[in-house]
């Protein structure tokens, strides 16, 4: 019979042989496991090395006494919580109140009565266990609490930057269809105007001295040659905020309740789009080549706003894994690559891969992957909830699968299939 918790012992501290064989007796009729020690010093050894559920401790004996033991007792991190019962022949009233007062939980005199003994152990043991289970909930519990409130403030955070992410992106797009939208007619104009000049070139082939040197000083053919290439840059820098804009607005739309059909291939690249200056050359970082390899998709069932928010997080880490490869210059003439490669297998499901050949994932670590607030990154680089939304959402909001191959030292592939 095993009375105390896994491979937990009593430690009997008396100086008295008859003292100790009643105690050892009376433990053990009980079926309770006991150790036993001699003098105080060797108790506080004893007890630092493998903890007991309870101490049983004389008063006097040869050496520091019970009173001195179990101050030390408690004021040494290691033994502080294990209870202490005091055994002893002071019976004053005196001697009690300092053993309560060192934090002794009760007092058996002696000579002992076997059943209070049982009784008084049996009590304490119990009561350790409780309080021991109680503080393991608060704890739990306690740590729940923190990862709900971290993750409420993070999503908070997400649907406010979300929202403002469209808004930008929608005001930026009327100002700028200002400006692509007049460019043909602009262009149009410019060009009847130099007709117009090459025309009065032709018709009057002398003109006056002062027209001569206005178009001398002008450079007129410069003027007119470079005016093509300028509306032409700004053509192209007016479509590439249209796109910027179009794809700030896809990539943060807000879900509707219900999924709706939608492009993945889209939400893929405004993630890219969004995540453009990360990707680009920058001091000691060389650009990262990012390989698609599209197949053909149906529309997926879904919200998409959240499946962006998947993307980004996964190619934000990847984006994260190849700086440090880079950066750590462990792997010398690396070209930076992620490969986006997307297909639907017979059972309709769709499967996007995203790879990425930077530092990897010690073996140990993958399983902690999606636990949120795991992170390997430093306090302001890395929340540790990138992977864990990531989960949840794939996972709990689509039904999909999310997985993760990886070798260290060669890169990692995230895996996101969902049903159609
Ligand atoms: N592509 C990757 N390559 C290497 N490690 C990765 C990759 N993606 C995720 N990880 C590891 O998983 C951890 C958790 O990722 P995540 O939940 O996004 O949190 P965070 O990026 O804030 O650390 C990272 O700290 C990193 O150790
Ligand atoms: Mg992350």
Same mark, same amino acid.
């Given at each position: 019979?095993?009375?105390?918790?896994?491979?937990?012992?009593?430690?009997?501290?008396?100086?008295?042989?008859?003292?100790?064989? &009643?105690?050892?007796?009376?433990?053990?009729?009980?079926?309770?496991?006991?150790?036993?020690?001699?003098?105080?010093?060797?108790?506080?050894?004893?007890?630092?090395?493998?903890?007991?559920?309870?101490?049983?401790?004389?008063?006097?004996?040869?050496?520091?006494?019970?009173?001195?033991?179990?101050?030390?007792?408690?004021?040494?991190?290691?033994?502080?919580?294990?209870?202490?019962?005091?055994?002893?022949?002071?019976?004053?009233?005196?001697?009690?109140?300092?053993?309560?007062?060192? !934090?002794?939980?009760?007092? =058996?005199?002696?000579?002992?009565?076997?059943?209070?003994?049982?009784?008084? &152990?049996?009590?304490?043991?119990?009561?350790?266990?409780?309080?021991? *289970?109680?503080?393991?909930?608060?704890?739990?519990?306690?740590?729940?609490?923190?990862?709900?409130?971290?993750?409420?403030?993070?999503?908070?955070?997400?649907?406010?930057?979300?929202?403002?992410?469209?808004?930008?992106?929608?005001?930026?797009?009327?100002?700028?269809?200002?400006?692509?939208?007049?460019?043909?007619?602009?262009?149009?104009?410019?060009?009847?105007?130099?007709?117009?000049?090459?025309? %009065?070139?032709?018709? %009057?082939?002398?003109?006056?001295?002062?027209?001569?040197?206005?178009?001398?000083?002008? /450079?007129?053919?410069? &003027?007119?040659?470079?005016?093509?290439?300028?509306?032409?840059?700004?053509?192209?820098?007016?479509?590439?905020?249209?796109?910027?804009?179009?794809?700030?607005?896809?990539? *943060?739309? *807000? +879900?509707?309740?219900?999924?709706?059909?939608? /492009?993945?291939?889209?939400?893929?690249?405004?993630?890219?789009?969004?995540?453009?200056?990360?990707?680009?050359?920058? @001091?000691?970082?060389? @650009?990262?080549? &990012?390989?698609?390899? %599209?197949?053909?998709?149906?529309?997926?069932?879904?919200?998409?706003?959240?499946?962006?928010?998947?993307?980004?997080?996964?190619?934000?880490?990847?984006? +994260?894994?190849?700086?440090?490869?880079?950066?750590?210059?462990?792997?010398?003439?690396?070209?930076?690559?992620?490969?986006?490669?997307?297909?639907? +297998?017979?059972?309709?499901?769709?499967? =996007?891969? =995203?790879?990425?050949?930077?530092?990897?994932?010690?073996?140990?670590?993958?399983?902690?992957?999606?636990?949120?607030?795991?992170?390997?990154?430093?306090?302001?680089?890395?929340?540790?909830? @990138?992977?864990?939304?990531?989960?949840?959402?794939?996972?709990?909001?689509?039904? !999909?699968?999310?997985?993760?191959?990886?070798?260290?030292?060669?890169?990692?592939?995230?895996?996101?299939?969902?049903?159609?």
């Amino acid at each position: 019979m095993k009375k105390t918790q896994n491979n937990g012992f009593i430690l009997i501290v008396d100086d008295n042989p008859t003292n100790l064989s &009643v105690l050892c007796e009376a433990l053990n009729s009980e079926g309770f496991r006991f150790r036993v020690a001699v003098d105080g010093e060797s108790a506080i050894a004893q007890a630092e090395r493998n903890q007991p559920e309870l101490i049983l401790l004389d008063i006097q004996m040869p050496g520091i006494d019970g009173f001195e033991t179990c101050r030390r007792l408690k004021a040494n991190p290691v033994t502080q919580n294990i209870p202490i019962i005091f055994t002893t022949a002071l019976a004053d009233t005196e001697s009690k109140t300092k053993g309560f007062s060192l !934090g002794a939980v009760d007092y =058996i005199p002696k000579p002992f009565a076997q059943e209070e003994v049982i009784a008084r &152990v049996r009590v304490h043991l119990q009561l350790k266990q409780l309080t021991e *289970s109680l503080e393991q909930q608060v704890n739990d519990r306690t740590k729940d609490l923190q990862k709900a409130q971290v993750q409420l403030v993070q999503q908070e955070k997400l649907s406010t930057l979300g929202e403002l992410i469209a808004g930008i992106g929608h005001e930026i797009n009327n100002p700028i269809n200002f400006i692509s939208s007049n460019i043909p007619p602009l262009q149009e104009y410019i060009t009847a105007v130099t007709e117009l000049l090459l025309l %009065y070139e032709q018709e %009057y082939p002398n003109p006056t001295a002062k027209i001569t040197n206005t178009i001398e000083n002008l /450079d007129l053919k410069f &003027v007119l040659e470079d005016m093509g290439k300028i509306l032409n840059s700004l053509q192209i820098g007016s479509e590439r905020i249209q796109n910027l804009s179009n794809s700030l607005r896809n990539f *943060s739309r *807000s +879900d509707s309740d219900a999924k709706i059909p939608a /492009d993945l291939h889209q939400g893929l690249d405004s993630t890219l789009v969004i995540l453009q200056h990360r990707l680009k050359a920058n @001091g000691d970082l060389p @650009g990262i080549e &990012v390989i698609k390899s %599209y197949g053909i998709l149906p529309e997926v069932n879904c919200y998409l706003g959240q499946m962006n928010q998947v993307f980004m997080n996964i190619l934000a880490n990847a984006i +994260d894994a190849l700086d440090e490869a880079i950066m750590e210059g462990k792997k010398s003439n690396l070209i930076p690559q992620i490969k986006i490669t997307t297909e639907i +297998d017979s059972e309709k499901l769709v499967i =996007i891969r =995203i790879a990425d050949n930077g530092i990897g994932i010690p073996e140990r670590l993958k399983k902690r992957l999606f636990e949120p607030l795991f992170t390997t990154k430093t306090v302001g680089k890395g929340t540790g909830l @990138g992977l864990s939304i990531a989960y949840q959402i794939v996972v709990d909001k689509h039904n !999909g699968i999310l997985e993760v191959n990886s070798q260290p030292g060669i890169g990692t592939e995230f895996i996101i299939k969902i049903p159609t």
